[in-house]
């Protein structure tokens, strides 16, 4: 019986002893626990309190101009039907639907066999004129393009030489009629010596008449052969103008495009014949491009030539396009009620095509003030479905709730929660709250 005692209180013992190493091994446990927690609420209480780094920008109050809503279709500038103004077969066409061509350039080519023909015979004509006209210099003793002047003509010259002398002649024997004149009466000499001096006198007379007309006769015919180069002359221009016809029709085979443009349609192939009634080519100008809008009875009154406007289309949904308004149909069609507005849209890099739909902005008088950050500063909380920025004050964040507007290229309308020139966040948006501290 003793010895079971002895026994039973090992086992107590043993069994005390191991209770007390687990309890011991508990609150160690827990102590560790307790430590870790208050390390980890230190270090989360000073992730709080760590600035957060962000970029900043400002708002910006700016006035936001009216404008009447509109749609439109886009159409080219210019189109031309381009038809050739000889007709012939064509040898060559040089462009193609889609291509490019700069005013001037050659679209097409009509055989000019019979033009350049033509062009030859007429050269030749200028030719065979000018010989006529040396010709006719030539009787006149003058140089080639030689001034014309009556008393250097040979034939005259002789003329009046053969005139002068008959003048001297005359004088001659007028002057001997009167000294025998006078000594017939005075009785020195007798009648019949002075019936000789007064009949050479009368001779003188008669050979001076004749010498006159002959001076006369050489002078006009002289006249009559300078009009004979003017005609001449004539001659030569009129042939010139018929190469200047031939070269036109020589031209005239070559069909050039009237100016920039893009083709967008070519009916016609090598070995066709056309006539000046046969479309070769269709050139749109696309630059700028005209947009014709349907403007509503009750805006017509604001919109004037010159306005600016913006046109999106759904080709490019993130581009708009700006253009000025060109012309204000002054009647209003009485089915739509609406009137017909023309606007040219800069289209340099072609990006616009004639047939595109358009919604059109057209700026109007009056208009808003507003206030605009970067979209860098609106942070989409989808949790509450609802847009936030971050204003800053004193290194602190604010958040408000805003509501957006019109978007202007990188900026966005705020229409309430933010003032002009005011500090925005514009990065690490997502790691700030009410109240956070920031650096930048």
């Known amino acids: 019986m003793r010895a079971f005692n002895l026994s039973g209180r090992g086992i107590v013992l043993k069994t005390l002893i191991g209770i007390f190493i687990a309890w011991s091994f508990l609150a160690c446990s827990k102590t560790e626990s307790a430590s870790e927690r208050r390390e980890n609420s230190n270090a989360n209480q000073a992730n709080e309190n760590a600035p957060v780094t962000i970029t900043v920008d400002k708002s910006v109050g700016r006035e936001i101009p009216a404008f009447v809503q509109a749609t439109g279709s886009l159409i080219a500038d210019e189109t031309s039907d381009i038809a050739p103004k000889a007709a012939g077969k064509v040898v060559n066409v040089s462009a193609n639907v889609g291509q490019f061509v700069r005013q001037g350039s050659v679209i097409a080519r009509i055989d000019d066999k019979d033009a350049q023909l033509r062009l030859a015979e007429a050269q030749a004509g200028v030719t065979q004129a000018i010989a006529g006209v040396r010709q006719a210099e030539a009787r006149l003793g003058l140089s080639p393009n030689g001034t014309f002047n009556a008393t250097a003509i040979p034939e005259v010259r002789a003329a009046n030489a053969s005139y002068e002398q008959t003048v001297a002649e005359l004088r001659q024997a007028e002057a001997n ?15 019949v010596v002075y019936e000789q001096y ?67 349609n070519r009916p016609v192939a090598v070995g066709e014949y056309v006539t000046s009634a046969t479309p070769v080519a269709t050139l749109l100008r696309v630059n700028p491009i005209k947009l014709q809008i349907q403007v509503a009875e009750a805006d017509v009154p604001f919109i004037s030539i010159g306005r600016g406007i913006s046109i999106e289309v759904d080709a490019y949904k993130d581009r708009k396009f700006s253009g000025t308004v060109t012309a204000v149909n002054p009647a209003i069609d009485p089915t739509s009620r609406a009137a017909v507005v023309e606007a040219a849209i800069e289209n340099g ?60 290229n990188e900026f966005v309308q705020i229409i309430n929660g933010v003032n002009p020139d ?10 700030l709250y009410e109240g956070a501290k920031v650096a930048f």
């Open 349 to 408: 890099d072609n990006a616009l095509r004639s047939g595109m739909f358009a919604t059109v902005r057209i700026n109007r008088e009056g208009g808003s003030s507003g206030v605009f950050v970067p979209k860098t500063a609106v942070f989409n909380d989808e949790s509450t479905q609802s847009y936030r920025v971050f204003v800053i004050q004193e290194n602190v964040a604010k958040l408000r709730v805003v509501q957006l507007g019109t978007e202007e």
């Open 422 to 431: 005011e500090i925005v966040a514009t990065s690490n948006l997502a790691q």
């Open 198 to 264: 007064r009949t050479q006198r009368d001779t003188a007379r008669a050979r001076l008449n004749a010498a006159k007309q002959a001076l006369e006769a050489a002078s006009n015919a002289a006249r009559q052969n300078n009009q004979a180069i003017k005609s001449a002359q004539a001659a030569v221009e009129a042939s010139r103008t018929q190469v200047g016809t031939a070269e036109q029709a020589v031209a005239d085979t070559i069909i050039r495009a009237p100016f920039s443009g893009f083709i967008s």
């Open 177 to 191: 009629e009167k000294r025998y004149r006078e000594l017939v009466e005075t009785g020195d000499v007798s009648l």
